[in-house]
């Protein structure tokens, strides 16, 4: 079992050599979003090597309240306490906002649609706590309409599905042009793009009842399996994008470390878009975050973190690069425990 006390450091950066265990240490942290955590990976990979297979994460706050997140071999999913009180996993969220950028999201703009989408997606169910409900049941109906096109298509059954699968898809759309026009509002050299069937009706000025009809009537007419496979679109196959508003160029098309400062933006905006919302602050993760930026770019982002109202966890080998971090602490891990706590003000 490893402890962290912050003591009011606005920055914990965990050191430690590959393989150390620095990843698992925040991985930690972002289960208790209620969320799958940072690699979305089955509960019995997190348990500890060698270990009983279960695991347990516990966070005592600022405001005097705790909360857990834990799991015990067998079960399905995972627990949640609030005050050592039973809750619904998804009550954390109203709790602990958190968000992370990881090694994999490097690539986020030039690599795989879906990956963009996802990102999206859990960013805006920080924003709107029903978002999350919607995409899975999206994809759930999506499933079933599959399902009865590819068995024994009945008219009757797809019309349900059809007529539920309009009026989720509006929502899901709805939300996510929300959060975008709200996050624009707090970024600073970058906007957010949306490319999708129904957004672009609903950005056109459609209303949402004129949308899910018209989406419902496409949905009708679009009934045939091209192979084995239902081709209709729709929100399950939006995207979205960033425009460098001083290059005046696509995200995508810039550089790496361009791309790189671009996702900070978009992070601390989205922080900065939680605080007002919520009246709280927000946890922001960064695995390896800082590797490959510039000592300019590295001063910068710890310029614009240390304005943000958050909490900032970040990861790395090297000390050095985080010496623009200001109220810090610095955390030694060995071979996956805490062995060494430093604090340091610039």
Same mark, same amino acid.
């Given at each position: 079992?490893?402890?962290?006390?912050?003591?009011?450091?606005?920055?914990?950066?965990?050191?430690?050599?590959?393989?150390?265990?620095?990843?698992?240490? @925040?991985?930690?942290?972002?289960?208790?979003?209620?969320?799958?955590?940072?690699?979305?990976?089955?509960?019995?990979?997190?348990?500890?090597?060698?270990?009983?297979?279960?695991?347990?994460?516990? !966070?005592?706050?600022?405001?005097?309240?705790?909360? !857990?997140?834990?799991?015990?071999?067998?079960?399905?999913?995972?627990?949640?306490?609030?005050?050592?009180?039973? @809750?619904? =996993?998804?009550?954390?969220?109203?709790?602990?906002?958190?968000?992370?950028?990881?090694? +994999?999201? *490097?690539? =986020?703009?030039?690599?795989?649609?879906?990956?963009?989408?996802?990102?999206?997606?859990?960013?805006?169910?920080?924003?709107?706590?029903?978002?999350?409900?919607?995409? %899975?049941?999206?994809?759930?109906? =999506?499933?079933?309409?599959?399902?009865?096109?590819?068995? +024994?298509?009945?008219?009757?059954?797809?019309?349900?599905?059809?007529?539920?699968?309009?009026?989720?898809?509006?929502?899901?759309?709805?939300?996510?042009?929300?959060?975008?026009?709200?996050?624009?509002?707090?970024?600073?050299?970058?906007?957010?793009?949306?490319?999708?069937?129904?957004?672009?009706?609903? @950005?056109?000025?459609?209303?949402?009842?004129?949308?899910?009809?018209?989406?419902?009537?496409?949905?009708?007419?679009?009934?045939?399996?091209?192979?084995?496979?239902?081709?209709?679109?729709?929100?399950?196959?939006?995207?979205?994008?960033?425009?460098?508003?001083?290059?005046?160029?696509?995200?995508?098309?810039?550089?790496?470390?361009?791309?790189?400062?671009?996702?900070?933006?978009?992070?601390?905006?989205? %922080?900065? =878009?939680?605080?007002?919302?919520? +009246?709280?602050?927000?946890?922001?993760?960064?695995?390896?975050?800082?590797?490959?930026?510039?000592? *300019?770019?590295?001063?910068?982002?710890?310029?614009?973190?240390?304005?943000?109202?958050?909490?900032?966890?970040?990861?790395?080998?090297?000390?050095?690069?985080?010496?623009?971090?200001?109220?810090?602490?610095?955390?030694?891990?060995?071979?996956?425990? @805490?062995?060494?706590?430093?604090?340091?003000?610039?």
């Amino acid at each position: 079992m490893s402890r962290i006390k912050t003591d009011g450091a606005q920055t914990i950066v965990i050191l430690g050599p590959n393989g150390s265990g620095k990843t698992a240490t @925040i991985e930690a942290i972002s289960m208790l979003s209620g969320e799958r955590g940072m690699r979305g990976a089955d509960m019995g990979e997190i348990a500890r090597f060698n270990g009983d297979g279960s695991f347990a994460v516990y !966070s005592e706050l600022n405001d005097e309240s705790n909360v !857990s997140v834990y799991f015990n071999p067998g079960d399905t999913n995972r627990h949640a306490k609030m005050d050592n009180e039973n @809750i619904p =996993l998804s009550n954390l969220a109203n709790k602990l906002k958190v968000v992370w950028l990881t090694p +994999k999201e *490097d690539r =986020l703009f030039v690599d795989s649609v879906s990956d963009r989408r996802a990102f999206f997606d859990r960013l805006c169910c920080a924003f709107n706590s029903t978002h999350a409900g919607r995409v %899975a049941k999206l994809n759930k109906l =999506l499933t079933e309409r599959a399902n009865v096109l590819k068995t +024994k298509p009945d008219d009757l059954l797809l019309n349900i599905l059809d007529d539920d699968i309009a009026s989720t898809s509006v929502a899901i759309c709805d939300t996510r042009i929300a959060y975008a026009g709200a996050l624009n509002y707090y970024l600073e050299k970058n906007a957010i793009s949306l490319n999708g069937f129904v957004e672009e009706m609903l @950005i056109s000025g459609l209303t949402p009842g004129d949308t899910e009809r018209k989406y419902r009537q496409y949905l009708s007419q679009t009934r045939e399996l091209v192979g084995d496979k239902m081709v209709i679109d729709g929100p399950h196959k939006s995207d979205f994008g960033m425009v460098n508003n001083i290059l005046k160029l696509p995200v995508s098309l810039t550089s790496t470390g361009q791309q790189k400062m671009a996702l900070f933006d978009l992070i601390l905006a989205h %922080a900065k =878009l939680l605080k007002d919302k919520s +009246k709280g602050g927000a946890i922001i993760l960064l695995d390896e975050a800082v590797a490959h930026l510039d000592t *300019d770019a590295r001063r910068e982002l710890f310029e614009n973190l240390t304005k943000c109202d958050a909490q900032i966890w970040a990861t790395g080998i090297d000390a050095e690069m985080f010496k623009f971090a200001k109220n810090a602490i610095f955390v030694t891990c060995q071979n996956g425990s @805490i062995s060494n706590i430093v604090k340091h003000d610039v």
